[in-house]
């Protein structure tokens, strides 16, 4: 898919503030600095779409992203940031997950894993979640370009290995580096494939 045009269209704190049209939308989560907006920018095209950071815990709210003039892309905050307050922690969970499970026109959920890590706990918990709850989603094993190609090889099966002790089949999986742009034509097709189904 070619992406003509991208733009930063609001930021909601609640799911019943987001935009109202009938749109496929992808919304993009995973732990606080996983490379959530990174990913958004490099998909994209555009650097600066999406706001980073080194500093984890940059996103807050919402973020809804047009993408060609007929589908957005979604930035939500991410999860199991431990510098925040208890209070801030358990509205963030609010926010997300009555996003995750109260809007309709998201046709999947990338769920970003950092490649480098093993498997943990918030993540796979998480997932579970995801499952109990009929969400579509796919993983994103995030920041390759940190890992030898045999490293890398080895996290992922090794991780997967580990969701098929718990899941009967794995959701699609996408290997990606925002540095190196690989993964990015994968993600791009994938998403113009479900764009042509029809919404619910
Ligand atoms: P929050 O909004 O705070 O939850 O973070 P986020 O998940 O949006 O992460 P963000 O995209 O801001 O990236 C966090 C840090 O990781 C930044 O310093 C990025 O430059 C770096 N980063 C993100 N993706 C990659 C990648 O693919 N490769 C490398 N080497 N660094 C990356
Ligand atoms: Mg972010």
């Not at 992808?26 to 732990?31: D, P, S, V």
């Not at 996983?34 to 980073?52: D, E, Q, R």
């Not at 009967?168 to 097709?189: C, H, M, Q, W, Y």
């Amino acid at each position: 898919m070619i992406i003509n045009t991208a733009r930063f269209v609001i930021s909601s704190p609640t799911v019943d503030k987001c935009p109202s049209e009938n749109m496929h939308e992808y919304a993009f989560i995973g732990r606080s600095n996983v490379g959530k907006s990174s990913l958004i920018n490099m998909l994209t095209g555009k650097k600066n779409l999406a706001m980073t950071s080194s500093t984890p815990g940059k996103t807050m709210l919402i973020n809804h992203f047009l993408v060609n003039e007929s589908w957005y892309i979604v930035d939500l905050p991410g999860y199991g940031f431990a510098r925040r307050s208890k209070d801030d922690r358990a509205k963030l969970e609010k926010m997300i997950k009555g996003y995750i499970a109260g809007r309709s026109q998201m046709t999947n959920l990338f769920v970003l894993i950092d490649s480098r890590h093993k498997p943990q706990k918030i993540d796979l918990e998480f997932m579970e979640w995801l499952g109990e709850n009929g969400v579509p989603f796919s993983i994103v094993f995030t920041k390759l370009d940190k890992l030898t190609p045999t490293a890398g090889k080895k996290l992922i099966a090794d991780y997967c290995a580990e969701l098929l002790e718990r899941w009967e089949e794995l959701p699609p999986v996408f290997k990606t580096s925002s540095e190196d742009r690989r993964g990015r034509d994968a993600i791009l097709n994938y998403i113009e494939e479900m764009n042509r189904l029809p919404l619910q």
